[in-house]
């Protein structure tokens, strides 16, 4: 009985602190789209040229690429932080450091992309008169960007889950404030506040999934079209 009672006093407890939980949840949200879109902006260029681009430019891509994905993202945030102090604010620290790191596999979701599109439809926009910019950006870009839905969905997930490491540098996002609240010593809840962050975790990606399976489906090129 005492056993029980425990637990229902660490469940309550969960439950009394589920608004800092929420906070933290927010924060990890704030983060996930920040780095994502980031990401994007540097990501989706940068395969562009990879597909693209002259044979410098290339090569330093891939090169960067390479280095960024083969680092893990513990040390990215903390020589960002800690060894170039690019920014006094560790959100923007954590944003910049996430947001790199998942350009690196933006870049190769999108040359993937850029690649499944028939050249054929290039050197039709061609002899219609389009320049090569215009064919790429109003014939290759658009099918592209529906191709690489499933490929952005894993990266999504993959950030979301990964902002969880910006623990190191002090960030209340969700993992941080679960563990504040078990180390506060007002409660000895720890699998009660984990499993509630998992929780939250799971809903998190499981409702991002669903709404990019959704935006998949409905921007999918038709069955056919090459």
Do not use: C
């Not at 006094?88 to 790199?100: D, Q």
């Not at 999108?110 to 215009?134: K, N, T």
């Amino acid at each position: 009985m005492a056993a029980i009672l425990l637990q229902t006093a660490d469940w309550l407890f969960v439950v009394d602190n589920m608004g800092l939980l929420l906070g933290g949840t927010a924060v990890t949200v704030a983060l996930t789209v920040a780095s994502i879109l980031l990401g994007f902006a540097i990501g989706f260029p940068a395969g562009a040229i990879e597909v693209y681009g002259s044979d410098r430019a290339r090569r330093l891509v891939e090169q960067v690429g390479v280095v960024l994905r083969g680092t893990p993202l513990l040390v990215i945030i903390m020589i960002l932080y800690f060894g170039l102090s690019i920014s006094s604010s560790a959100f923007v620290t954590a944003t910049i450091a996430l947001g790199l790191r998942s350009a690196a596999y933006q870049s190769q979701i999108f040359r993937g992309a850029l690649q499944s599109v028939d050249d054929g439809q290039l050197e039709a926009a061609r002899a219609v008169a389009m320049s090569r910019f215009e064919a790429i950006r109003h014939v290759v870009v658009p099918q592209a960007l529906r191709r690489s839905v499933p490929g952005f969905q894993n990266e999504f997930t993959i950030v979301l889950k990964d902002t969880s490491i910006a623990i190191v540098i002090g960030i209340g996002e969700l993992l941080t404030t679960g563990q504040n609240l078990y180390e506060g010593g007002q409660s000895t809840a720890a699998l009660e506040i984990f499993l509630a962050v998992s929780l939250v975790y799971f809903v998190l990606t499981f409702a991002t999934n669903r709404s990019l399976d959704k935006l998949s489906d409905y921007y999918a090129v038709p069955e056919g079209t090459t």
